[in-house]
């Protein structure tokens, strides 16, 4: 069975930095993994994915604050997130993608205040 357990969100004022991580156990196959984020009364958006070899994609609004990577061996991505703005506050969530499946974490909760 596959898990994702994210880890690392908590509350920190703006300008500050924090990093996520989340682990996958159950397989190795995994393809992409990313990282996708809710605030309270939005919907679900993208912040940034990562395939196994390592191409990134990010959203506008994280672009140059933001970092995504993975270790393969491991099978964990991480979000290295600098100058953080109270609007990135949100639950993040991790994804992962196996054999054309879409798994995800329960999420981890990040507050940015002003």
């Known amino acids: 069975q596959v898990q994702l357990v994210e880890s690392g969100g908590g509350w920190v004022q703006a300008g500050g930095s924090l990093r996520l991580s989340c682990a996958a156990s159950?397989?190795?196959?995994?393809?992409?993994m990313g990282w996708y984020r809710q605030a309270p009364g939005q919907q679900r958006e993208l912040v940034a994915t990562i395939s196994s070899g390592g191409s990134t994609n990010y959203a506008d609004s994280v672009k140059g604050r933001f970092t995504i990577s993975r270790d393969n061996a491991k099978n964990t991505v991480y979000l290295q997130m600098s100058s953080l703005k109270p609007e990135d506050t949100a639950v993040y969530y991790c994804?992962?993608?196996?054999?054309?499946?879409?798994?995800w974490g329960k999420g981890t909760l990040v507050t940015v205040s002003s």
């Open positions: 159950g397989s190795r196959f995994i393809t992409n």
């Open positions: 994804n992962a993608i196996i054999f054309g499946i879409t798994y």
